[in-house]
Nanobody
């Protein structure tokens, strides 16, 4: 079965950096669009960034452009999210998600990894 496992979360100070990873199994990773979402306490889940199957195109939430970078390594079946200059408002559970090329919605989700940024 398809599994997406996030890692790399933790508690950091404002201004620090973190790199999240999403390890995928049970799917042809190079055929899947992948994305990061996050959900802050008391708020709805929001889109962070996405990347096409080959990695040639990336998309970001406008508010995060310039600080976050999404990437993938199809040889390792892994996606990454480099987060720089972290702010307290970045505190959230970060989820990776995947969908095959033909799908509209992301139908596979990881369990999430917690990121806490203190001021």
């Amino acid at each position: 079965q398809v599994q997406l496992v996030e890692s790399g979360g933790g508690a950091v100070q404002a201004g620090d950096s973190l790199r999240l990873s999403c390890a995928a199994s049970g799917l042809t990773f190079s055929s899947y669009s992948m994305a990061w979402f996050r959900q802050a306490p008391g708020k709805e889940r929001e889109f962070v960034a996405s990347i096409t199957p080959s990695g040639d195109s990336t998309y970001y939430a406008n508010s995060l452009k310039g600080r976050f970078t999404i990437s993938r390594d199809n040889a390792k079946n892994t996606m990454y999210l480099q987060m720089n200059s972290l702010k307290p408002e970045d505190t959230a559970v970060y989820y990776c998600a995947g969908r095959p090329r033909s799908a509209i919605r992301y139908n596979y989700w990881g369990q999430g990894t917690h990121v806490t940024v203190s001021s």
